[in-house]
T-cell receptor
Framework: AQSVTQLGSHVSVSEGALVLLRCNYS??????LFWYVQYPNQGLQLLLK??????LVKGINGFEAEFKKSETSFHLTKPSAHMSDAAEYFCAVSPMNTGNQFYFGTGTSLTVIP | DAEITQSPRHKITETGRQVTLACHQT?????MFWYRQDLGHGLRLIHY???????NKGEVSDGYSVSRSNTEDLPLTLESAASSQTSVYFC????????????FGPGTRLTVL
């Protein structure tokens, strides 16, 4: 079974500082990779995804993530945090050739300090 | 605009009662999914469907059932609600294939007393 690890269940950054949220997956065959954001009392919204091609993918709200096969990682970054970035972030993987099943990490809660 | 809706948004029920949570999507997606979200566990897959009359068990399917009689709806039934099923439930849908984005509904908060 797929395993997705998000290091750090809570991350705090100052407004304007770099945001780095970590995601590692366990699979010998790289899956498709997704980052979702969840604002309080809402459903999940796609930030970005990697399927094929360029390993650095850009998403909404200034976020980007880089797929590193050698490190089995797909870390999410944003150069400068805004107060509006405070939310829960989930990494998810979709193994190839298994329909569209997603396996989610346990989430990272991002706090932005003014 | 296409959307995915869930009802009710909040539900309180008693142990042993049957409960059905509705999920309706207007994306015309083949795939539909039910997840539960609990602190420390992220989202865990309950059941999923790849088309009409198709249903499959997910990671935490015990005590839950689904049926898919049309493309738009995938209701989730708790046969006999238990306190351990107190959770937030999310429905999602996607077109097809491993690369497709899943689109999520707003969630249903269920409390079992």
């Amino acid at each position: 079974a797929q395993s997705v690890t998000q290091l750090g269940s809570h991350v705090s950054v100052s407004e304007g500082a770099l945001v780095l949220l970590r995601c590692n997956y366990s699979s010998s065959v790289p899956p498709y990779l997704f980052w979702y954001v969840q604002y309080p009392n809402q459903g999940l919204q796609l930030l970005l995804k990697y399927t094929t091609g360029a390993t650095l993918v850009k998403g909404i709200n200034g976020f980007e993530a880089e797929f590193k096969k050698s490190e089995t990682s797909f870390h999410l970054t944003k150069p400068s945090a805004h107060m509006s970035d405070a939310a829960e972030y989930f990494c998810a993987v979709s193994p190839m050739n298994t329909g569209n099943q997603f396996y989610f990490g346990t989430g990272t809660s991002l706090t932005v300090i003014p | 605009d296409a959307e995915i809706t869930q009802s009710p948004r909040h539900k309180i029920t008693e142990t042993g009662r049957q409960v059905t949570l509705a999920c309706h999507q207007t994306w015309n997606h083949n795939n539909m999914f039910w997840y539960r979200q609990d602190l420390g566990h992220g989202l865990r897959l309950i059941h999923y469907s790849y088309g009409v009359q198709d249903t499959n068990k997910g990671e935490v399917s015990d005590g839950y059932s689904v049926s898919r009689s049309n493309t738009e709806d995938l209701p989730l039934t708790l046969e006999s609600a238990a306190s351990s099923q107190t959770s937030v439930y999310f429905c999602a849908s996607s077109s097809s294939g491993s690369t497709d984005t899943q689109y999520f509904g707003p969630g249903t908060r269920l409390t079992v007393l």
